[in-house]
Every structure is written in structure tokens, then in C-alpha cells.
């Protein structure tokens, strides 16, 4: 499956933004997704990860209450809805496929990868 991730950019502090990410190749809606990102000098990490009938998602505790994943299984796309963004938000968000029905949070356990999307957000 290919992934094409978009919506970044440049936004105050507080303010909000809404990723998306379109898939193509395979049957979008077979795969586990989750959204991962990455500040400069820093490791990649899991922001968001939701099961292939979205019942089930999952955040850690620095996202919790201020992001929402989402998705639309007939649009092949996944979403990503940011809120009151901080400036420790900033960094490169990815979005990412799996076939495995576990462990979502880890970056071993996804096959597939967008191309980044920039997200700032200044003080």
C-alpha cells in the first residue's frame, strides 16, 4: 500500500490542524493505522494508532484529549485531528500501515510509511 500524508504547516500555539493521509495499492481498510512523528535530534514516536474498523484507538499520555485518529474506509483515508498544539507538537508527522493486530504503538511493527508531513507550531 502506498501512503501520501498532507495537512501540515505553520500554526500558533493552541491553535489546531487536521492530517490526512490517502492510501492506494491494496484494500485500505485491512490494515491497522497509526500516526508516528519526529522532532529534529529526536527518536520517531507513536502519536496515535487505530484498528481497521476504527473502534479501537489508542494514544499516549502526551497526546491524550488534544489529538484524534480517525478514519474513512470508503475515502481509503486516514485522519489526524490536532488541538490545542503546543510548540513540543512540532515535527515531521507520518502515517503508517500494518497488517499485525497488535503492539500499534511500536515502529517495528509497521510495513508501511507515508512520506512526512512538516508540522510547526509556534509559541
Known amino acids: 500500500v502506498q501512503l501520501q500524508a498532507s495537512g501540515g504547516g505553520l500554526v500558533q500555539a493552541g491553535g489546531s490542524l487536521r492530517l490526512s493521509c490517502v492510501a492506494s495499492?491494496?484494500?485500505?481498510?485491512?490494515?491497522?493505522m497509526g500516526w508516528f512523528r519526529q522532532a529534529p535530534g529526536k527518536e520517531r514516536e507513536f502519536v496515535a494508532g487505530i484498528s481497521r474498523s476504527g473502534d479501537n484507538k489508542y494514544y499516549p499520555d502526551s497526546v491524550k484529549g488534544r489529538f484524534t485518529i480517525s478514519r474513512d474506509n470508503a475515502k481509503n483515508t486516514l485522519y489526524l485531528q490536532m488541538n490545542i498544539l503546543k510548540p513540543d507538537d512540532t515535527a515531521v508527522y507520518y502515517c503508517a500501515a500494518t497488517s499485525r493486530g497488535s503492539f500499534l504503538s511500536r515502529i517495528a511493527s509497521y510495513d508501511y510509511w507515508g512520506q512526512g508531513t512538516q508540522v510547526t507550531v509556534s509559541s
Open positions: 495499492g491494496r484494500t485500505f481498510s485491512s490494515y491497522n
